[in-house]
Structures are given as structure tokens and as C-alpha cells.
């Protein structure tokens, strides 16, 4: 059964950073890419940055582009968000999800949905 | 990338069929057969109900389907019943590697 646990989430001050951790269970981890997927208080979703499984590329979203970073440990199962120079619009609930593969007779491929989702860890942004 | 549109709100009563939509344009919904619905309940991670348009996960009950047209796709559950009153959030991929969410749908049964 897949899991994913967050944490690291909790109360810091604007210009402030914060690292998120999700560790993965129940899949091999290492042959999926993973995501982060924010959710300001009573918004909706918003897609933050992904990872391949690999790690060889990552990609964010403009609004958290160069203050974000999104990183993974193969051997721990272990996906990670360092948030630098927060904001207080970056309030918000961060889950980490698993995005879908597909496979055929050969090869496998990712496939653009997320899978599986954690339950998510709050961070708050506010002096 | 602008969000996707999804109305606010969608009422309707146990049996009935109730369609969601969700419009973007040309550089995600319409450029994408990629299109992705998730059920969220208060307080509850979201749970991929829908994906690549139309296709349903296991275990995802058959009253739920989902189509495109054009610029817009819909999420249809027919046979609507208390349980499936929640949020209901539509994703879409843009390329490059970047995805787009709608506002989210909540969902009332009557």
C-alpha cells in the first residue's frame, strides 16, 4: 500500500525558510517522479514543483521559482521541499504526491496525473 | 499560467446526475488530453478520481466519468449519492512540465 507522510511544516516569519520532508512507502520509490501540491487556506489546489525519479530534473512553478527547491534522497524514500524567502501568501497546506506512470511492452513513462497523495503539513507564514 | 475556471458551487439531489466543468484554453485543457479531477473531502488529502480525461482509477465507481471539448472538460457523477458530497478540484497539464488546478467545485447533496 503506498504512503506518504509529510512534515516539517509549522509557524515562521516572512523572509523566513522551512524544509518539508515526505517519506514514501509501499512503492519504488526511485523509478517515480514526485510533486508538491500547496493549498492556501479555503483555495484551491496549486501545483508547486515535481522531481523526476531520477533526480536529474526538477521543475517549479513561477511563483515559488528560485526561492523553492525541490530535492529527493533515492535512498532514504525521501522527497523534500526547501522553502527560502517566504512569503505570507505562501500559506498554505503542502502535500506531496506521487505522479502516475505507465508502462508498456518496453519501457515505461510518466504519466501527467498524481496518483497518491499524503495528508499533507501546514506551514504558516506570519510575523 | 491563469487557474482553471470551475464554478463555485454544484447542488443536486441522491439519484440525480450532476456535471462540473472546468475551462482553460488552448495551452492546457484544449492542448492536453490530460485533463485530471480529484475528490477532496473537509480536512482530507485529494483522491485522484478522474485522469487523462476519461479514464477511472481502480476502485473509482463507474458513476463517475469525465469528458473534454475543446477548451473545457466536464466531470459527470451520475447516480448521486450523500457520500459523494465534497470538494471537486480539476488539474490539467500545460507543458513544460507545469501543471494548472482549477478554483474547486464544492459539491452539496440535497
Known amino acids: 500500500e503506498v504512503h506518504l507522510l509529510e512534515s516539517g511544516g509549522g509557524l515562521v516569519q516572512p523572509g523566513g525558510s522551512l524544509r518539508l520532508s515526505c517519506a514514501a512507502s509501499?512503492?519504488?520509490?526511485?523509478?517515480?517522479?514526485m510533486t508538491w501540491v500547496r493549498q492556501a487556506p479555503g483555495k484551491g489546489l496549486e501545483w508547486v514543483s515535481v522531481i523526476s525519479g531520477a533526480v536529474d530534473s526538477t521543475y517549479s512553478a513561477h511563483s515559488v521559482k528560485g526561492r523553492f527547491t525541490i530535492s529527493r534522497d533515492n535512498s532514504k524514500n525521501t522527497l523534500y521541499l526547501q522553502m527560502n524567502s517566504l512569503r505570507a501568501e505562501d500559506t498554505a497546506i503542502y502535500y506531496c504526491?506521487?505522479?502516475?506512470?505507465?508502462?508498456?511492452?518496453?519501457?515505461?513513462?510518466?504519466?501527467?496525473?498524481?496518483?497518491?497523495w499524503g495528508q499533507g503539513t501546514l506551514v504558516t507564514v506570519s510575523s | 499560467q491563469s487557474a482553471l475556471t470551475q464554478p463555485r458551487s454544484v447542488s443536486g439531489s441522491p439519484g440525480q446526475s450532476v456535471t462540473i466543468s472546468c475551462t482553460g484554453g488552448s495551452s492546457d485543457v484544449g492542448g492536453y488530453n490530460y485533463v485530471s479531477w480529484y475528490q477532496q473531502y473537509p480536512g482530507k488529502a485529494p483522491k485522484l478520481m478522474i485522469y487523462d480525461v476519461s479514464k477511472r482509477p481502480s476502485g473509482v465507481p463507474d458513476r463517475f466519468s469525465g469528458s473534454k471539448s475543446g477548451n473545457t472538460a466536464s466531470l459527470t457523477i451520475s447516480g448521486l449519492q450523500a457520500e459523494d458530497e465534497a470538494d471537486y478540484h480539476c488539474c490539467s497539464y500545460a507543458g513544460s512540465y507545469e501543471w494548472v488546478f482549477g478554483g474547486g467545485t464544492k459539491l452539496t447533496v440535497l
Open positions: 509501499g512503492f519504488t520509490f526511485s523509478t517515480y517522479a
Open positions: 504526491a506521487k505522479v502516475g506512470r505507465y508502462c508498456d511492452s518496453t519501457s515505461c513513462y510518466t504519466s501527467w496525473r498524481f496518483d497518491y
